[in-house]
């Protein structure tokens, strides 16, 4: 199960960030907007950014510590960062 902000691997290798879109009439008549969550590519300047807080924080994982990193959802290109406990969802 996803959550908005959450940040995936795609199997390209590129990083993509979950982001809730919304469906208007989703071919039904009675029925009225509806949201999914999908995944969107990021630009190539966050990949790197990506790419190099995953090598930087290997090492805490290597030590058995908890790492989450996630991508401000209202997408002002921010990042947080959680260790140890607050990074099991």
Known sequence: MAFEGELVRLESGKWARFQRCVIA?????????????????????????????ENSLESYRARGIPVRIRLDPEGKGTFSLAFGDEAVP
């Open 25 to 53: 009439n989703a071919g039904h008549q009675d029925g009225g907007p509806m949201a999914v969550l999908v995944a969107v590519e990021l630009d190539e300047h966050y990949q790197d950014l990506l790419d190099a807080a």
